[in-house]
């Protein structure tokens, strides 16, 4: 038995530090300094996510690191599936780290993004209509609130429960560590939104398309 116990804890210990470092990448931060010489972090609301980018003026970077960040949490997922295949806990630890990672990078002293778009992309990984769905809710109440991180926090709430529905006909796994996973994820960005949740209880928080006065 404990001839086992080395091998398993290094496999585990793959995952998780693969995964975290794939999603410490802060794609955001490289992408604005190459392009612009600027330092994302030094304006608007100094975030390293596509929202923030976008704050430079440059729609392509903004959607880039959209795509990026999405891309490193769906990537953890799908190696880590791919080298672990069977096991589906080690790819959802991955996924999971990389979505820490996101959010608190080792390189840029642990202040990382509130990894909306890892999360997205980790969900569709994962389980594709679980993603679907919760993009489906990002979208619909974006469009009736007109407020980004409202949508972001109804479906991230959303997710765990659309985890548990019967949808094994659409591809989704009945399985529990994707369920833990959508759990730990949206608990965590609902954190890491805390000041945004305080501005929308006070009525403060700003509306997409909205013009500054």
């Not at 780290?97 to 994962?126: Q, S």
């Not at 765990?160 to 591809?171: R, T």
């Not at 994707?178 to 700003?206: S, Y």
Request: charged share 10%; net charge positive.
């Amino acid at each position: 038995m404990q001839d086992l116990v080395g091998p398993a804890l290094g496999t585990l210990a793959l995952a998780a530090v693969g995964g975290y470092l794939l999603g410490s990448i802060p794609f955001g931060v490289i992408l604005t300094r190459l392009a612009t010489g600027e330092d994302v972090r030094s304006i608007g609301s100094g975030n390293i996510g596509a929202t923030n980018v976008l704050r430079t003026g440059r729609k392509d970077l903004a959607f880039a690191t959209l795509l990026l960040d999405a891309g490193k949490g769906a990537a953890a997922y799908l190696i880590a599936q791919a080298l672990f295949p069977g096991v589906p806990a080690l790819a959802a630890i991955a996924g999971g780290a990389a979505f820490i990672g996101h959010l608190f990078p080792v390189w840029l002293g642990f202040k990382g993004g509130k990894g909306v778009a890892t999360f997205f992309g980790l969900l569709l990984a994962a389980a594709w209509p679980l993603g679907l769905l919760a993009g489906a809710t990002w979208l619909i109440v974006a469009a009736l609130f007109r407020m980004s991180s409202l949508a972001a926090l109804v479906a991230a709430a959303a997710a765990p429960i659309y985890a548990i529905l019967p949808l094994e006909s659409l591809g989704l796994p009945s399985s529990g560590p994707v369920f833990v996973l959508a759990i730990v994820t949206a608990a965590l960005i609902w954190v890491r939104h805390h000041e945004n949740i305080a501005r929308i209880l006070k009525g403060a928080e700003p509306r997409i398309g909205a013009k500054k006065g």
